[in-house]
């Protein structure tokens, strides 16, 4: 008897591991991106359900069992704070169900832009948020173009910080565009500025803005020349488009042949939409990391879910990413 359990034993140890398939699973505003995602990556979404009070509160419920298994659940957390609040549920529910990986993969990871104190007596909401995925059950996480770098270091676990430049890069070189000058908004996209035209071979101009206040720009000058050249105007968000809108018009002025902007993530709130077609910008090119809510002739959407699906894959399979990382 022994001997025969030390042969099936043996047995068991000798035959090659298969690594299970993960599940995938989606937040309810980013269903039609987690369903491309899927897709991309060869599966189905899994079956999660909301029930929902008459007061406003949900509970998420996996209809399938997630014991041991590597699951992703995908949403971007842009406001308002249900689309976190959804997340972090699921994260919950996601660790109170046995699962053995947890990856929250946030196309947009919102409340970004509060990541330092700039004022007293005000939070680090980007530093609350990274603490509150992990205390939720978060093993990892995979995002896109955070607001600032830095971010990252406020999470205590693994964080694959992708970016759309291998997005927008063969995008942009497809337009064959001559004179080709990239531009920065702000000075604190210079960098990103600095490294679009560095892949590029061309020119790169910043602008300078004061705010009067939150989305209020005072007064804002063109560090740079931009007479004869296709200007495209790189960012990672268009919130208002207050910002993007007044460069283009700016460039216009100062003698531009055409301003082009691409940014990762379309907030488009408040009368976005009304400023980007009233603007001289020829185009605005995001990506779906967010749903847009209308349709404009002036904004190309570029879809993420290739990027992530394969991501998620080399994540899965314990895999290099780094030639994701064009930048």
């Given at each position: 008897m022994k001997s025969r359990v030390s042969i099936n034993a043996l047995t068991i140890l000798?035959?090659?591991?298969?690594?299970?398939?993960?599940k995938i699973f989606a937040c309810t505003q980013s269903t039609v991106l987690a369903e491309k995602i899927a897709k991309s990556y060869g599966a189905d979404l899994g079956n999660v359900h909301f029930s929902r009070y008459s007061d406003g509160e949900f509970q998420p419920s996996f209809e399938e069992s997630v014991r041991g298994a590597r699951i992703f659940i995908i949403g971007s957390t842009n406001p308002s704070s249900e689309n976190l609040m959804e997340m972090l549920l699921m994260l919950d529910a996601a660790k109170r169900a046995s699962a053995r990986h947890i990856t929250a993969v946030m196309p947009y990871f919102g409340w970004a832009r509060q990541d330092r104190k700039d004022k007293p007596r005000v939070p680090i909401a980007a530093k609350l948020v990274a603490k509150m995925l992990e205390a939720a059950g978060a093993t990892r996480i995979i995002t896109m173009d955070l607001h600032a770098d830095q971010i990252q270091g406020f999470f205590e676990k693994p964080v694959d910080h992708l970016f759309a430049s291998t997005l927008f890069l063969p995008y942009l070189k497809k337009l064959n565009l001559d004179n080709l000058t990239i531009a920065s908004p702000d000075m604190g996209g210079s960098k990103r500025a600095y490294a679009y035209s560095k892949a590029l071979e061309c020119d790169v101009v910043i602008c300078y803005k004061q705010r009067a206040k939150a989305n209020v720009i005072s007064h804002m000058e063109l560090i740079g020349d931009v007479q004869g050249k296709n200007v495209v105007l790189v960012d990672d968000m268009v919130d208002t488009a207050g910002t993007l809108t007044k460069a283009a018009d700016l460039m216009r002025e100062r003698g531009a042949l055409s301003v082009r902007a691409i940014t990762t993530h379309g907030l488009l709130s408040g009368n976005a939409y009304k400023k980007i077609e009233e603007s001289k910008l020829?185009?605005?090119?995001?990506?779906?990391?967010?749903?847009?809510t209308k349709d404009s002739e002036k904004i190309k959407v570029l879809s993420c879910?290739?990027?992530?699906?394969?991501?998620m894959h080399r994540v899965h399979h314990n895999t290099s990413i780094s030639s994701k990382f064009l930048m």
């Open positions: 000798s035959m090659p591991y298969q690594v299970p398939e993960p020829l185009e605005l090119i995001i990506t779906d990391s967010i749903p847009i879910a290739e990027l992530f699906a394969d991501v």
